[in-house]
């Protein structure tokens, strides 16, 4: 039973170029959030999506970064035009959003660098 | 704003001693609160959920939460070197799965 799965694990961009993180939720899970953790900083949320919906993206620069939740397929955070302060790492985790929430399991996270 | 506090650190414990981290947080409509261990270049890991007063143990860690006094605490009993980590609190509202974190406490603990 896979956890979380997140691909790329690292990501290296130019400045001016698109990154594309993908985020695979744990089987039965449908509703997705993604955290962005700057260098020597807590997480920070930055949207809460469910199958074809948009739920919560608030944390989300209004600029240049989307995310989406196809039917089928991962999520993803598409970042346009990367700058260097976009270098962060991202982690996704998924739920599969019961009246109880303990907490959900991050994956392994992908690491982007913008050069 | 809503904010969840945390000591930077670092934290220095010698091992087989009790480590004790703080967290404050400024949003009284806080109802959850988690104790996430992160290791360099690593992802979070959930190790401790608490929701009501009180303490609740498991295994070498115990949380602690007073309401009143917007206040969750991390001690962990018999320190391993293993256990050094960054250890993120976070806290989230009722009904809402959206975490707000701290932004971590370093801790060492010494051989």
């Known amino acids: 039973n896979a956890g979380v799965m997140q691909n790329p694990r690292h990501l290296v961009r130019r400045r001016g170029q698109e990154a594309r993180l993908r985020c695979s939720p744990m089987k039965g899970h449908s509703h997705v959030y993604w955290y962005r953790q700057l260098p020597e900083e807590g997480l920070k949320f930055m949207v809460y999506?469910?199958?074809?919906?948009?739920?919560?993206e608030s944390g989300m620069p209004k600029e240049r970064f989307s995310a989406e939740f196809p039917k089928e397929g991962p999520s993803i955070l598409r970042i346009q035009q990367v700058v260097r302060g976009d270098s962060a790492a991202y982690f996704c985790?998924?739920?599969?959003?019961?009246?109880?929430?303990?907490?959900?399991?991050f994956g392994s996270g992908t690491r982007l660098t913008v050069v | 704003q809503k904010e969840v506090e945390q000591n930077s650190g670092p934290l220095s414990v010698p091992e087989g001693a009790i480590a004790s981290l703080n967290c404050t947080y400024s949003?009284?409509?806080?109802?959850?609160f988690f104790w996430y261990r992160q290791y360099s270049g690593k992802s979070p890991e959930l190790i401790m959920f608490i929701y009501s007063n009180g303490d609740k143990e498991d295994g070498r860690f115990t949380a602690q939460l007073n309401k009143a006094s917007q206040y969750v605490s991390l001690l962990i009993r018999d320190s391993q070197p293993s256990d050094s980590a960054t250890y993120l609190c976070?806290?989230?509202?009722?009904?809402?799965?959206?975490?707000?974190f701290g932004t971590g406490t370093r801790l060492t603990i010494i051989p």
């Open positions: 949003d009284r409509g806080s109802q959850s």
């Open positions: 976070a806290a989230s509202n009722f009904g809402n799965e959206k975490l707000t």
């Open positions: 999506l469910q199958k074809e919906n948009i739920i919560d």
């Open positions: 985790a998924s739920s599969p959003r019961t009246a109880n929430f303990y907490g959900y399991t």
